[in-house]
């Protein structure tokens, strides 16, 4: 049975007040907005195509910021909108895994 979309991404978001890294000290939540609305632009943040969420801490806050594509539940770690930009086209329209992104010891 096909999922209700084609591909999920979940950015996390999380922020720590006691000085912990974490995802939004850079910039996920400013990433994440561009990457929904940036999907939206091309027509493809829509059922039967890509969903765009905010999570809370994925545990890997050592190589954040991260994101998971899901169904495949390839792991991402991004600089900025052009790496975005990058697993959009990439994986997201081409299909092929954005190697470079990737992190280490994830699927």
Same mark, same amino acid.
């Not at 995802?23 to 632009?41: I, M, N, P, S, T």
């Not at 493809?44 to 969420?53: D, K, Q, S, T, W």
């Not at 806050?61 to 930009?85: A, K, N």
């Given at each position: 049975m096909a999922?209700y979309?084609?591909?999920?991404?979940?950015?996390?978001v999380?922020q720590?007040?006691?000085g912990t890294?974490?995802?939004a000290e850079?910039?996920?939540r400013r990433?994440?907005?561009?990457? /929904?609305e940036?999907? /939206?632009?091309?027509?493809l943040?829509a059922p039967?195509?890509?969903?765009v969420? /905010?999570?809370g801490?994925?545990?890997?806050?050592?190589?954040g910021?991260?994101?998971?594509?899901?169904?495949?539940g390839?792991?991402?770690t991004?600089?900025?909108?052009?790496?975005i930009?990058?697993?959009?086209e990439?994986h997201?329209?081409q299909?092929?895994v954005v190697e470079?992104?990737?992190?280490p010891?994830?699927?």
């Amino acid at each position: 049975m096909a999922g209700y979309y084609r591909y999920h991404l979940f950015f996390c978001v999380n922020q720590r007040d006691d000085g912990t890294p974490c995802c939004a000290e850079h910039g996920a939540r400013r990433v994440r907005d561009y990457a /929904k609305e940036r999907l /939206k632009a091309l027509g493809l943040h829509a059922p039967g195509e890509i969903r765009v969420n /905010k999570a809370g801490c994925m545990g890997r806050c050592d190589q954040g910021p991260v994101l998971v594509v899901y169904p495949e539940g390839v792991w991402y770690t991004y600089v900025d909108e052009e790496d975005i930009d990058e697993i959009i086209e990439q994986h997201l329209r081409q299909g092929r895994v954005v190697e470079r992104l990737r992190l280490p010891g994830a699927p």
